[in-house]
């Protein structure tokens, strides 16, 4: 397998599993939106997680910022599987920022709630391997569209 | 035609993202309707009257239907406290029972705090059974928790027993959910604020402080 293949490759993986993380994000959204996080629906530690002050900013979900972040990181791997270079750039800078959000997202939910979201979770495991997958991008030298 | 793939394929997800996060909310957006006056609020004294508290007068009225087991309802409980003292006279909170049939003891504990309500103690039982949600929840046997709390709060023992397998009881609870229903409250806890649903964007400590603002002003105003 070629380094250019293989590059393809990874970013649709990542394509992929941002998709997922859009869908889990969209969902979590849905559910702030028509007030569900104070509803019966999830286990309690949802409840808590998703019903706390650190979930909205400013007033917004943060899950809608979510939608966001995945829906970029989407739109920038599709981009750099068919050669766009700048998109690979934007697409390590997109996946770094949720990377750190992630961070601290769980620190919120070790620390300071003492309670974990399986959705949000979710979202972690899909932010982690979105990163572990920019990781094992080898560097690019050829030459593409830009 | 590879040239404008990606454009393509980016506008297809966003589409499908749009779309289906737009059929989710209108399937899970709660339709509820105001909740009508209700005659039995002015008769205080009357055994099957709401559960007041606070000033029975008082310009807003909170109207919670709510379930004994759900967690988000037991932090709003705490929550609602506070209202109370930051608002005092000019609030009054009215509890409606809701118990979720996915919640295995929310029916009895709906009964033990209707029961507590027989000896004029509903609110005492109300308080008890959030602040000890954690405990009877898990429990096997959660109404022998119930009882300790009835003797805690210094209810007739005998009687509470009684009067939790009563019919009064249990017409009680089936007319609050059936008005629930009929309302079309599907979750909990589900709050009124003079009749108006509140809108689940005002969900939370500061939206629900804004509504109650704004209904004060404008009785003020009438």
Same mark, same amino acid.
């Given at each position: 397998?070629?380094?250019?293949?293989?590059?393809?490759?990874?970013?649709?993986?990542?394509?992929?599993?941002?998709?997922?993380?859009?869908?889990? &994000?969209?969902?979590?959204?849905?559910?702030?939106?028509?007030?569900?996080?104070?509803?019966?629906?999830?286990?309690?530690?949802?409840?808590?997680?998703?019903?706390?002050?650190? &979930?909205?900013?400013?007033?917004?979900?943060?899950?809608?910022?979510?939608?966001?972040?995945?829906?970029?990181?989407?739109?920038?791997?599709?981009?750099? $599987?068919?050669?766009?270079?700048?998109?690979?750039?934007?697409?390590?800078?997109?996946?770094?920022?949720?990377?750190?959000?992630?961070?601290?997202?769980?620190?919120?939910?070790?620390?300071?709630?003492? $309670?974990?979201?399986?959705?949000?979770?979710?979202?972690? $495991?899909?932010?982690?391997?979105? $990163?572990?997958?920019?990781? &094992?991008?080898?560097?690019?030298?050829?030459?593409?569209?830009? | 035609?590879?040239?404008?793939?990606?454009?393509?394929?980016? +506008? +297809?997800?966003?589409?499908?993202? +749009?779309?289906?996060?737009?059929?989710?909310?209108?399937?899970?957006?709660?339709?509820?309707?105001?909740?009508?006056?209700?005659?039995?609020?002015?008769?205080?004294?009357?055994?099957?009257?709401?559960?007041?508290?606070?000033?029975?007068? =008082?310009?807003?009225?909170?109207?919670?239907?709510?379930?004994?087991?759900?967690?988000?309802?037991?932090?709003?409980?705490?929550? =609602?406290?506070?209202?109370?003292?930051?608002? *005092?006279?000019?609030?009054?909170?009215?509890?409606?029972?809701?118990? #979720?049939?996915?919640?295995?003891? @929310?029916?009895?504990?709906? #009964?033990?705090?209707?029961?507590?309500?027989?000896?004029?103690?509903?609110?005492?039982?109300? *308080?008890?059974?959030?602040?000890?949600?954690?405990?009877?929840?898990? @429990?096997?046997?959660?109404?022998?928790?119930?009882?300790?709390?009835?003797?805690?709060?210094?209810?007739? #023992?005998?009687?509470?027993?009684?009067?939790?397998?009563?019919?009064?009881?249990?017409?009680?609870?089936? =007319?609050?959910?059936?008005?629930?229903?009929?309302?079309?409250?599907?979750?909990?806890?589900?709050?009124?604020?003079?009749?108006?649903?509140?809108?689940?964007? *005002?969900?939370?400590?500061?939206?629900?402080?804004?509504?109650?603002? =704004?209904?004060?002003?404008?009785?003020?105003?009438?």
């Amino acid at each position: 397998m070629t380094v250019s293949r293989f590059r393809t490759i990874i970013y649709i993986v990542a394509a992929i599993v941002s998709l997922a993380g859009l869908a889990d &994000a969209t969902y979590l959204s849905v559910q702030a939106l028509t007030g569900e996080t104070l509803g019966c629906g999830g286990s309690p530690d949802c409840a808590t997680v998703l019903g706390s002050s650190y &979930a909205r900013v400013g007033g917004i979900p943060v899950a809608v910022f979510g939608v966001l972040a995945y829906f970029s990181a989407f739109t920038f791997a599709i981009f750099a $599987a068919f050669g766009y270079v700048r998109a690979r750039t934007f697409l390590i800078l997109v996946i770094s920022a949720m990377f750190l959000v992630t961070l601290w997202f769980l620190y919120v939910q070790a620390f300071l709630l003492h $309670a974990y979201c399986r959705y949000c979770l979710f979202s972690a $495991a899909t932010t982690f391997l979105l $990163a572990g997958l920019v990781i &094992a991008l080898p560097p690019r030298r050829d030459s593409s569209v830009s | 035609m590879k040239r404008y793939l990606p454009f393509i394929i980016v +506008v +297809v997800v966003a589409l499908a993202t +749009v779309g289906s996060g737009a059929i989710l909310y209108r399937a899970k957006r709660p339709h509820v309707l105001p909740s009508p006056e209700d005659k039995t609020l002015s008769a205080k004294s009357s055994p099957e009257s709401p559960h007041i508290r606070g000033n029975p007068d =008082a310009p807003v009225t909170l109207e919670e239907y709510g379930d004994f087991q759900c967690p988000p309802c037991g932090m709003f409980a705490a929550f =609602a406290g506070q209202l109370e003292k930051e608002y *005092d006279s000019r609030l009054r909170v009215i509890f409606r029972n809701f118990p #979720l049939t996915m919640h295995e003891h @929310a029916r009895d504990a709906a #009964l033990a705090a209707e029961a507590a309500g027989m000896q004029g103690r509903f609110w005492e039982m109300h *308080d008890t059974l959030y602040r000890e949600q954690d405990n009877w929840s898990k @429990a096997p046997n959660a109404r022998e928790l119930f009882e300790s709390y009835a003797q805690t709060i210094g209810l007739d #023992l005998n009687k509470f027993k009684s009067d939790m397998d009563s019919e009064r009881a249990k017409a009680r609870v089936d =007319a609050d959910r059936q008005r629930g229903e009929s309302l079309g409250i599907q979750t909990t806890p589900t709050l009124f604020i003079n009749n108006q649903p509140l809108d689940p964007k *005002d969900k939370n400590p500061e939206g629900i402080r804004a509504v109650i603002n =704004a209904a004060l002003e404008k009785k003020s105003q009438t």
